[in-house]
């Protein structure tokens, strides 16, 4: 079984979102609020950047077919500055926020069947 750990951050400069329901003329739509301190967000370069890391298994998927997931993070100033305690308490709090799935090889994947499907392609 072969596990690999990961670290990755999102710019949430570059993503249209921001949730509360919000009702104007009869139209009601959804806009999400993301708190950059409580989140324990970096800005760099006047970009926000949302810190994430998570676990992939190349050779084992859980019980909804999913490889591994995606959990939230602090960045390692902030973590090598943190008490033990603090850390424990980010352990226990991990937040998942969600899940990876391979598909771009092997047998019973998306990807393999695209490709079988493609052989019948006239080109």
């Not at 951050?9 to 999400?32: G, H, P």
């Not at 937040?95 to 499907?117: C, F, R, V, Y």
Request: hydrophobic content about 35%; glycine content about 6%.
């Amino acid at each position: 079984m072969s596990r690999k750990n990961f670290s990755a951050s999102i710019c949430l400069d570059k993503i249209a979102l921001v949730a509360k329901t919000v009702s104007k003329k009869n139209k009601t739509e959804m806009v999400f609020h993301i708190p950059v301190n409580a989140n324990f967000c970096t800005v760099k370069d006047g970009k926000t950047y949302l810190n994430l890391s998570g676990m992939i298994s190349e050779s084992e998927q859980d019980q909804y077919g999913q490889n591994g997931f995606i959990a939230q993070s602090v960045d390692s100033d902030t973590y090598k500055g943190a008490s033990q305690e603090q850390k424990d308490k980010w352990k226990a709090e991990h937040q998942i926020l969600g899940n990876i799935k391979i598909w771009n090889g092997g047998d019973n994947t998306p990807a393999a069947d695209m490709a079988e499907s493609e052989d019948d392609l006239p080109f």
